[in-house]
């Protein structure tokens, strides 16, 4: 099968899932316009919206599916999504959060205020009116996004975030540590919480033993080497639901922190070992694990083993495959 990922890179996951379609013997490539200071390395080709346009039509000539991120496609004003419909080729949306999550949703199922999407909640109904007239299906990493879009596609698929677990080194938390490391990794603090996570270290620091580290504006690598020094790492604590820091994390074999509601809890696997802890309760969280280094311990090998079983790329590309298969009929 020949395969086109595009345009927006979304915490490395064009990436994982790419090389894990070409792993599984497909032709695969991704084109990225969306470049960061976290400078995710991988096998995708880095271009911009005028080097796309040239692209578009040999593209459509040789591709069995287009797989687009982040309701971004490859030409302004989405101009190449009728013309691909035309050509009968089947495309997929794959949404990641505030590309769909619109405020009346959020404070519907969300007890807990989080940032508007850099969307309004108008163009974001627009969006999806749009894409959803020329594409039956969608994908979300889970059932937190899933009420954002069911309304508007046919078929709306979770896919679980992919991790390239095999090359992720893991070390867990040791017992005999009285000191523990907390790292916190906010990209967006307003959206991550980390008012109240801050808050939080301040009121345990009081009474328990903790170094921490907040780690900002680094490149991802260097970011994955300060990690891996952690016993604990906080994710956010608002969205309800966790990231690819928390996949992350727990390959590391790393303690996660992070809120996921229970609407959203109730359709992962039983096994999920993140310590679910929200603004109110974060402090109390933190100084249960900082008491039980055992407990902590138990928790980091449960994380790792958690992603090798769900979220591994290995164990989420025949997931995808087999969307990618309803997208055609039934062909591969």
């Given at each position: 099968?020949?395969?086109?990922?595009?345009?927006?890179?979304?915490?490395?996951?064009?990436?994982?899932?790419?090389?894990?379609?070409?792993?599984?013997?497909?032709?695969?490539?991704?084109?990225?316009?969306?470049?960061?200071?976290?400078?995710?390395?991988?096998?995708?080709?880095?271009?911009?919206?005028?080097?796309?346009?040239?692209?578009?039509?040999?593209?459509?000539?040789?591709?069995?599916?287009?797989?687009?991120?982040?309701?971004?496609?490859?030409?302004?004003?989405?101009?190449?999504?009728?013309?691909?419909?035309?050509?009968?080729?089947?495309?997929?949306?794959?949404?990641?959060?505030?590309?769909?999550?619109?405020?009346?949703?959020?404070?519907?199922?969300?007890?807990?205020?989080?940032?508007?999407?850099?969307?309004?909640?108008?163009?974001?109904?627009?969006?999806?009116?749009?894409?959803?007239?020329?594409?039956?299906?969608?994908?979300?990493?889970?059932?937190?996004?899933?009420?954002?879009?069911?309304?508007?596609?046919?078929?709306?698929?979770?896919?679980?975030?992919?991790?390239?677990?095999?090359?992720?080194?893991?070390?867990?938390?040791?017992?005999?540590?009285?000191?523990?490391?907390?790292?916190?990794?906010?990209?967006?603090?307003?959206?991550?919480?980390?008012?109240?996570?801050?808050?939080?270290?301040?009121?345990?620091?009081?009474?328990?033993?903790?170094?921490?580290?907040?780690?900002?504006?680094?490149?991802?690598?260097?970011?994955?080497?300060?990690?891996?020094?952690?016993?604990?790492?906080?994710?956010?604590?608002?969205?309800?639901?966790?990231?690819?820091?928390?996949?992350?994390?727990?390959?590391?074999?790393?303690?996660?922190?992070?809120?996921?509601?229970?609407?959203?809890?109730?359709?992962?696997?039983?096994?999920?070992?993140?310590?679910?802890?929200?603004?109110?309760?974060?402090?109390?969280?933190?100084?249960e694990l900082l008491a039980d280094p055992e407990r902590r311990h138990r928790i980091g090998k449960a994380g790792r083993l958690y992603v090798e079983n769900y979220h591994a790329?290995?164990?989420?590309?025949?997931?995808?495959?087999?969307?990618?298969?309803?997208?055609?009929?039934?062909?591969?």
């Amino acid at each position: 099968m020949r395969i086109v990922h595009a345009p927006t890179e979304i915490s490395g996951q064009m990436h994982s899932l790419v090389s894990g379609l070409r792993s599984a013997g497909h032709q695969a490539n991704g084109y990225n316009w969306f470049l960061t200071y976290l400078n995710y390395n991988g096998s995708l080709v880095n271009t911009d919206a005028f080097e796309l346009i040239k692209m578009i039509e040999p593209l459509a000539n040789y591709v069995d599916v287009f797989h687009f991120h982040n309701s971004n496609t490859m030409l302004a004003n989405s101009k190449d999504i009728p013309l691909l419909h035309e050509r009968g080729k089947p495309m997929v949306m794959h949404h990641w959060g505030n590309d769909v999550r619109n405020t009346a949703t959020s404070l519907r199922l969300n007890p807990y205020p989080i940032p508007p999407s850099y969307y309004s909640d108008e163009l974001i109904h627009d969006n999806l009116s749009f894409f959803s007239k020329y594409m039956k299906h969608a994908i979300v990493q889970d059932y937190e996004l899933y009420p954002h879009v069911s309304d508007y596609y046919e078929h709306v698929h979770v896919l679980p975030l992919a991790c390239e677990v095999k090359n992720i080194p893991y070390s867990y938390p040791s017992v005999s540590n009285s000191r523990p490391l907390i790292i916190h990794a906010p990209t967006n603090r307003e959206f991550k919480g980390s008012a109240a996570i801050e808050k939080a270290i301040q009121d345990v620091k009081a009474t328990r033993a903790l170094e921490y580290r907040a780690i900002e504006n680094m490149r991802h690598q260097e970011a994955i080497a300060e990690y891996q020094k952690a016993d604990i790492i906080i994710d956010q604590v608002l969205c309800g639901t966790y990231g690819a820091l928390s996949v992350e994390a727990m390959a590391m074999g790393k303690v996660v922190v992070a809120y996921v509601r229970d609407d959203v809890k109730a359709y992962l696997p039983e096994s999920l070992p993140i310590v679910i802890a929200n603004p109110d309760t974060v402090a109390d969280v933190l100084k249960e694990l900082l008491a039980d280094p055992e407990r902590r311990h138990r928790i980091g090998k449960a994380g790792r083993l958690y992603v090798e079983n769900y979220h591994a790329v290995d164990k989420v590309v025949p997931k995808l495959l087999s969307i990618y298969s309803l997208m055609m009929g039934g062909r591969q």
